[in-house]
């Protein structure tokens, strides 16, 4: 099983990992997403497809030297930030809940496929793409920096084709940098409608 973000859709679910890999004969999940570190994935198998794994990994030239450091972020991510996805999750429900308030008509958020630490924004009319969206709030116009002085804000997002961006809510934003999104997203919302 691909299993990359199997501990948010544990989390989400509220199951236990387990239960979601039970019926698989084997499974790997990142280390890095969501849980941060700074690399790492791990397979999970028996011992015989473990080993052959490792076996073809060699083969290809996989493989790191004095890779402590990275498997001490590993047992950090497995250990300390499993439980609080959570966080990530209830963070990500609010900005969903918030953009999809604003009800503009340019844009969105699926507040129903909001299930983890991902929301997807949507672009129904041709006026605004994602990307014109992702630009604009990546960004500080002199208007913005005029009417809010130093409180301005970048909002990082990831476009996914013409007509939907993808915002990611991770264990370094806070409620408030949450709520600074929100107002970012708003105040351009309120660009459009002039």
């Known amino acids: 099983m691909d299993g990359a973000r199997i501990f948010n859709a544990a989390i989400a679910l509220k199951v236990p990992v387990s239960r979601l890999v039970q019926n698989v004969d084997s499974v790997t999940f990142c280390l890095s997403k969501g849980l941060c570190a700074p690399v790492g994935s791990v397979i999970v198998g028996t011992a ?10 060699k083969a290809l030239g996989g493989g ?11 047992l950090v991510a497995l250990e300390e930030m499993v439980d609080r996805l959570e966080e990530d999750h209830r963070r990500a429900h609010h900005f969903a809940r918030s953009i999809a308030a604003l009800q503009s008509p340019f844009f969105t958020a699926d507040v129903t496929a909001t299930h983890s630490n991902m929301v997807r924004i949507e672009f129904p009319t041709d006026h605004v793409t994602a990307e014109v969206f992702c630009k604009r709030v990546g960004s500080v116009t002199d208007a913005e920096e005029r009417d809010l ?8 997002l990831f476009p996914v084709g013409k007509n939907a961006a993808r915002a990611v809510i991770c264990n370094n934003l806070t409620d408030a940098d949450v709520q600074m999104a929100i107002s970012k997203i708003s105040y351009y919302a309120d660009e459009l409608k002039n």
Do not use: I, K
């Open 48 to 57: 015989s497809f473990v080993a052959e794994a490792r076996r073809v990994r």
């Open 149 to 156: 002085g130093q409180t301005f804000v970048v909002v990082r």
């Open 64 to 74: 790191m030297r004095q890779a402590g450091h990275l498997a001490a972020a590993g």
